[in-house]
């Protein structure tokens, strides 16, 4: 009796962790899939506040920012942190650091 409910203990590990391995992978394949946009890239930016997009002068971040409206479309020029900061130039000549969740949609290549 003991070894039954060892032997269905057992199996009940193993399926669970051959879930867990699969979650993983499939996690690991859509972020390679959701990657960051890269130099050269025209990104359109999608705020989450009402002010827009917070806009800074180096990548990480800072205390004192601007806000680029909503929609706003710009050439990726640079990235930093693993491709979490894009740096851009705006169409007022602006040039300045945004996060990667800011990114709405990307325009490979153009």
């Not at 057992?10 to 499939?26: D, E, H, I, V």
């Not at 025209?42 to 002068?57: M, R, S, W």
């Amino acid at each position: 009796m003991i070894q039954l409910a060892i032997r269905r203990a057992t199996r009940r590990t193993s399926c669970f962790s051959s879930l867990l391995l699969t979650l993983r992978l499939f996690s690991i394949v859509t972020a390679g899939l959701a990657s960051a946009a890269t130099v050269g890239d025209q990104v359109e930016l999608k705020a989450t506040h009402l002010a827009g997009v917070p806009f800074h002068n180096a990548a990480g971040g800072s205390k004192t920012f601007q806000r680029v409206p909503d929609g706003t479309i710009a050439a990726v020029i640079d990235n930093d942190r693993g491709g979490r900061w894009l740096q851009l130039p705006l169409p007022d000549e602006r040039i300045g650091w945004i996060s990667e969740r800011y990114v709405g949609r990307t325009i490979a290549g153009s």
